[in-house]
């Protein structure tokens, strides 16, 4: 292989694993998300209360306790649902990321097996000059 495909090839590992990076963070802040949301509907779950306060930018609404836990409910699917998605991208730039680096050790060790080669080729071997003595 070429030089310059392996230098390709090395390119696309490092934006492929740059993009794993941002992936593995979303995927994370919404694993939080949901965690968070999920307590939320709990503390929700055991008030007697029929109205609850919620965050509204910066003031805070009062709400129907059944319409708040089904808002949040919802924003926890969808939350949810992201991570699913999100796994499903990591997964598959995982394997593509160890076809890569398989690929690159291939080619790295054919280049060098190359480079090898041809520096044999190149340097004469020190059996014949000691049997050319006149």
Known sequence: MEKQ????????????RNQLLGISSQKQQLQFQSTAL???IEEL???QEKKAYKAVANI???CDVKDL????SEQKETADLRVKTLQ????AL??????LKSRIEGEASSSSA???GEETKVLPSKPEKAGRKN
């Open 94 to 99: 995982v394997e593509k990321l160890n076809k």
């Open 60 to 62: 805070m609404v009062l």
């Open 38 to 40: 999920n307590s939320a």
């Open 45 to 47: 779950e055991k008030t």
């Open 114 to 116: 190359q480079n090898s």
């Open 69 to 72: 836990k089904k808002e949040i």
């Open 88 to 91: 499903k991208q990591e997964d």
């Open 5 to 16: 495909e392996l230098q390709q090839s090395i390119a696309e590992f490092e934006r492929n």
